[in-house]
């Protein structure tokens, strides 16, 4: 049985890797503007795919152009890899990818990882607002009730206090390391 669920786990991930190592590009994209399809990919952040569609379009009429698609990438990924992307993604609760080249990478990171504190605390923020309502339903509430409360919309202007914080610090250019 135990052989049964490994044989069976280990299939599904051989399925997975086969298919996660597609390409992303298809037959529709050869059709596309090269250009613009370099900027989309390096825009999203993703690996440059040139090699990719030259063995998807490489049978197209005209012939596609790779110097084209490589323009608009990199044109794209200076877009991508910006400190302000970076916060960005990270406030929105994104998943760190990054293809930064090594000049760009630390600051990029760094701007990441201060959004992803902003995002983390607004989570906060929204749980304890939760409970500030939910102390606050009803009628009488004895002392411990009052203080509780109390305690959650202290602890809420600190949580926005800290947002503001590491909002100006994540638009900052500053260098923080």
């Known amino acids: 049985m135990k052989s049964n669920l490994s044989l069976t786990s280990l299939s599904l ?23 613009a399809l370099g900027l989309e990919h390096g825009r999203k952040g993703l690996n440059n795919f040139t090699d990719d569609v030259r063995s998807t379009c490489s049978k197209n009429e005209p012939p596609i152009n790779l110097e084209a698609y490589a323009a608009g990438f ?25 293809f930064c080249p090594p000049e760009k990478e630390d600051l990029f990171h760094e701007k990441f990882l201060i959004g992803k504190k902003v995002y983390e605390k607004k989570d906060q923020v929204l749980d304890t607002e939760e409970k500030i ?16 409360l109390k305690k959650n919309q202290d602890d809420l202007l600190v949580l926005k206090r800290e ?8 638009m900052s250019l500053i260098h923080t390391n």
């Open 74 to 98: 990199n044109m794209g990924w200076s877009t991508y890899c910006t400190p302000f992307n970076g916060f960005d993604m990270g406030r929105k609760g994104d998943v760190y990818r990054s």
């Open 133 to 148: 309502k939910d102390l606050s339903a009803g009628g009488d509430k004895d002392a411990a009730t009052k203080d509780e």
């Open 163 to 170: 947002i503001q914080a590491l909002e100006q610090k994540g």
């Open 13 to 35: 991930l051989s399925a997975f890797l086969l298919c996660s190592c597609s390409t992303v590009i298809s037959r529709d994209d050869c059709r596309k503007d090269m250009k």
